[in-house]
């Protein structure tokens, strides 16, 4: 058996003793659902014809039922979910409709000041509805023979209502919601969608938060790169939304450097993804595309833009680009001949604007897959600029393969961020390592 199909069936074995569950193709059927790989997306996910004018405003709400949950003396343990669709707005200025959860803890918050909240950006999940992270807390392993999903997230989720910290999750942008193709690494769409989920849930009825409740982020991966846009994003899109601290860990802020990265690895199944929201983010691209795919090309966008990662683990590892091209160019080669497309992943790029609050940057010195290197270097450019930068190598040897690689940091280090996350909520100073930072790994 391949490395990554022992790692994945890991994954699944974990998730199955965590109690998962397996969901049956028609397990959620209403009538007017879209079905994504087998799976009935229910109809929450559908966003109505008019969406409300402010971004963060609450669309609609449900309880969440928590797949992994037990009862408790103050409620049921680790606490009670709600499902959210709120407002944001896309890149492109137009309004977009976000799922998500809130997760109100049945642990007491013992620090300073009311319950604090931290907003989650999910590392990746996929490309299709099915793969969404607020469906992954309901469903942490689904499962039907279509599709395979693992909800990983869910271990910091409830490392965090542990402490009795209230954790919202967004699904980004076309992940859940069924009326767009999720926009993957697209890095204002995502950190749109991460404010606006603080605005979402200082509406909802029923919470302990506060209009004092302190605001932190927390992503690694996808979501490093969601949580460090958002937190370069907040003064100028949501000067409303004070932030106490983001932990980034090991964010794509370089695209063209991620990109050749993974083109022939493990996640290989990711160029897909990011092709498809290229593509759907500015239409304008559509043709550069048309003029460079072939038949193989445009059948493996397609293929992907239903999957999860437990799929294009399956079905993409070690793909290479260079079959998905007219003429064997890779997708950087492209990039690089193309200027309409180098420019918009230049656009792309994280580490050209302040954080106006403190930040933690780590990144796996070993990491292969989302190259240590250019997460390093939105650190050093965030101390260029004056910000309060926290920067912590992971370092850890070599593992072989680039997913275990780039998997493993966000474990090791989770604790550390959460706990560095935790003292920020509590009110209590940070000291920025950017004066040693140049002589670090």
Not at 328 to 335: A, E, P, T
Not at 366 to 388: E, F, N, S
Request: charged share 15%.
């Amino acid at each position: 058996m391949p490395a990554p199909t022992r790692l994945l069936a890991a994954a699944v074995t974990a998730a199955a003793c965590l109690g998962a569950t397996a969901v049956p193709a028609d397990a959620t059927a209403q009538s007017d659902a879209v079905v994504s790989r087998g799976v009935t997306i229910p109809t929450f996910y559908n966003p109505p014809a008019s969406l409300p004018a402010a971004d963060g405003a609450l669309i609609r709400s449900e309880p969440l039922p928590l797949a992994l949950s037990l009862p408790g003396i103050d409620g049921p343990l680790p606490g009670t979910a709600t499902r959210l669709m709120y407002k944001s707005t896309d890149s492109a200025g137009r309004p977009m409709a976000v799922t998500g959860a809130y997760i109100e803890p049945s642990a007491r918050w013992t620090g300073s000041g009311p319950r604090p909240l931290v907003v989650v950006a999910p590392g990746t999940m996929g490309q299709g509805d099915q793969c969404a992270a607020s469906l992954g807390l309901e469903h942490p392993l689904l499962v039907n023979g279509q599709t395979l999903s693992v909800g990983y997230e869910t271990l910091a989720v409830y490392r965090l209502l542990a402490r009795g910290i209230a954790v919202a999750v967004t699904d980004y942008t076309g992940l859940g919601t069924t009326d767009r193709l999720h926009t993957y690494v697209n890095r204002v769409d995502e950190a749109h969608a991460v404010l606006d989920a603080v605005r979402a849930t200082r509406s909802l009825d029923g919470t302990s938060l506060t209009t004092a409740s302190r605001v932190a982020l927390f992503g690694y991966s996808q979501g490093g790169g969601a949580t460090a846009a958002a937190a370069e994003l907040q003064p100028s899109y949501a000067p409303d939304v004070t932030l106490a601290g983001t932990y980034t860990g090991a964010p794509p802020a370089d695209l063209v450097a991620v990109t050749k990265a993974i083109d022939g690895g493990d996640l290989a199944g990711a160029l897909g993804w990011s092709v498809n929201g290229f593509l759907e983010s500015d239409p304008a691209l559509v043709p550069i595309a048309e003029a460079h795919l072939n038949a193989a090309g445009r059948a493996a966008l397609k293929d992907l833009s239903t999957m999860c990662v437990g799929d294009a683990l399956l079905s993409y590892n070690s793909a290479s680009s260079t079959a998905w091209t007219t003429d064997g160019s890779s997708l950087s080669d492209i990039v690089q001949a193309e200027p309409a497309l180098k420019a918009f992943l230049d656009d792309q790029r994280i580490g050209t604007l302040k954080p106006a609050s403190p930040v933690r940057v780590a990144t796996g010195t070993a990491d292969d897959l989302v190259p240590h290197a250019q997460a390093r270097a939105l650190a050093v450019a965030w101390c260029a600029k004056g910000a309060d930068v926290t920067y912590k190598p992971v370092v850890l040897p070599g593992l072989g393969r680039s997913l275990i690689n780039h998997f493993t940091p966000l474990l090791a280090d989770q604790g550390d961020a959460i706990s560095w996350l935790a003292d920020r909520l509590n009110g209590r100073p940070v000291t920025s390592n950017c004066a040693t930072l140049p002589l670090r790994p």
